[in-house]
């Protein structure tokens, strides 16, 4: 049948369904950022560069301190379950944008993924951040239990940032219905305006230590929790701290196996950037706004102490102090390498004394650090040396932690006996089944040595500083 055997009523049907294929292609186009991707194109470099959003040429309303909590968006399943997701989560942008007063530089491409695509691309990206090496001074510590190679399982997300290639993923078919749903996609989405004005993964790079990466991390948690906590509940005075907390770091943290998942500390170092971080963005929002905020991704914390204590970081007190630890390769010889050199910082101290200590004594001890080094180094038989030196804000700070340390020790290396200072060397020293411990304090440094035996550890002590 050709056009000019149709009759005019056939016609006039025809083109009013032309008309409508245009109108759902258009709405189509305007509401899905992406189409459904398969995971073997999630690579940066597969994805299309766009020009920036309409919304980022929109004036945006003044934020308020408390502003109204963001409306509870419902939409139908169906064959437009993924044009009403994505309408969804222009809204929430929308109004994330508003609260946090940040227009994207540039549209953040939204691509959308099954269950099962999702768990994929969370398991190539937990296999590319090298865990084990990240918790090694913690293990050498003793904080944590050595474990085997972690199996780490990603968990079931709604959505999720990633930096690394600038694109926010969403699970489709999930029913985003939910106000706890709809504050996680707001608290991805916040995530990727902090990268593109203060650049997520150069702060990481910038950050040296595991003290000073605690430190960036508590920044940019915190201010995504404050955004998160006004988006959800509107005031501050009524977000739940507690189920937001956790309902943030079950999205955006693995599950690593009970081995960990166990262990109070390392819950506790999970949940630090966004627990103790908001405390410190909150301090920043209630001192200067969210521009206080911002000004601080120009010069961010410097250690999980000012995190702690945030009108150090206010006043801009109390910055760590470089402690040096001489290269011990002459003495040990070419079959030892250095494993770790690292600074720990006022909160792992915390962590590493309560877990035999009284909570009270424990942070009380740990409240006057100033700076550390913790260095391990290792053979090829597998013996350990670890050389931990640390100084503190006054004479009386340092000699409380080596109480502390004092008590600690034999109750660690279980069991331990003292033993005299060999060649006439200062300090206190014991002997274990693990091996020989040194610990000693002059001034405002303390020292803290495990060697695999007397006679190595009193070679070591002697050209310690």
Do not use: C
Not at 98 to 118: K, N, T, Y
Not at 259 to 267: K, R
Not at 292 to 299: F, P, Q, V
Request: proline content about 7%; charged content about 20%; hydrophobic content about 45%.
């Amino acid at each position: 049948m050709n056009a000019a055997s149709l009759t005019a009523g056939q016609r006039r049907i025809v083109i009013i369904m032309v008309i409508a294929v245009v109108v759902v292609s258009a709405m189509v186009a305007g509401f899905v950022v992406t189409s459904l991707q398969s995971l073997g194109n999630l690579s940066p470099a597969a994805t299309p560069s766009r020009e920036p959003t309409s919304r980022s040429a929109m004036p945006l309303p003044t934020p308020s301190p408390s502003p109204a909590p963001a409306p509870t968006l419902v939409f139908e399943e169906g064959i437009w379950s993924q044009v009403q997701a994505a309408r969804l989560f222009d809204q929430i942008a929308y109004h994330v944008e508003a609260i946090r007063g940040l227009s994207p530089r540039a549209e953040v491409p939204l691509s959308f993924l099954d269950d099962s695509q999702m768990a994929t691309l969370l398991r190539r990206f937990y296999a590319g951040q090298d865990v084990e090496a990240s918790l090694l001074p913690y293990v050498e510590l003793g904080l944590l239990p050595e474990f085997s190679p972690l199996n780490v399982r990603p968990r079931q997300v709604v959505g999720v940032y990633m930096s690394e290639q600038e694109q926010l993923y969403v699970t489709a078919g999930r029913q985003q219905n939910s106000s706890d749903d709809q504050a996680l996609l707001a608290h991805a989405y916040v995530h990727a305006l902090q990268d593109q004005h203060f650049d997520l993964s150069a702060m990481d790079d910038r950050a040296p230590t595991t003290d000073t990466l605690l430190a960036v991390r508590a920044l940019v948690e915190g201010d995504a929790m404050l955004l998160t906590a006004f988006y959800r509940y509107g005031e501050l005075t009524a977000v739940d701290w507690e189920h937001l907390s956790e309902l943030v770091l079950q999205a955006e943290r693995p599950d690593y196996g009970r081995t960990l998942n166990s262990v109070d500390a390392w819950t506790r170092l999970q949940r630090f950037p966004y627990w103790e971080g908001r405390r410190f963005a909150h301090m920043l929002f209630q001192a200067g706004g969210w521009e206080a905020i911002n000004r601080a991704y120009i010069d961010p914390p410097r250690s999980a102490e000012q995190v702690l204590h945030p009108e150090r970081y206010v006043e801009k007190l109390d910055g760590p102090t470089q402690v040096v630890v001489p290269d011990l390769g002459p003495i040990l010889g070419e079959d030892w390498t250095v494993l770790q050199q690292d600074t720990l910082g006022e909160f792992v101290i915390g962590l590493y004394l309560e877990a035999l200590l009284p909570e009270e004594v424990a942070w009380q001890a740990a409240g006057g650090w100033d700076g550390d080094t913790f260095v391990v180094w290792g053979d090829e038989d597998a013996d350990r040396l670890l050389v931990w030196r640390t100084i503190w804000d006054s004479t009386s700070d340092a000699a409380e932690f080596e109480r502390a340390l004092g008590v600690l020790i034999p109750q660690q290396n279980l069991p331990a006996w003292p033993v005299d200072s060999p060649r006439g060397l200062a300090g206190r020293w014991w002997e274990s089944s693990t091996g020989a411990v040194y610990l000693s304090r002059v001034a405002r440094y303390v020292v803290f040595v495990h060697a695999p035996d007397v006679a190595l550890l009193a070679d070591i002590v002697e050209v310690l500083p």
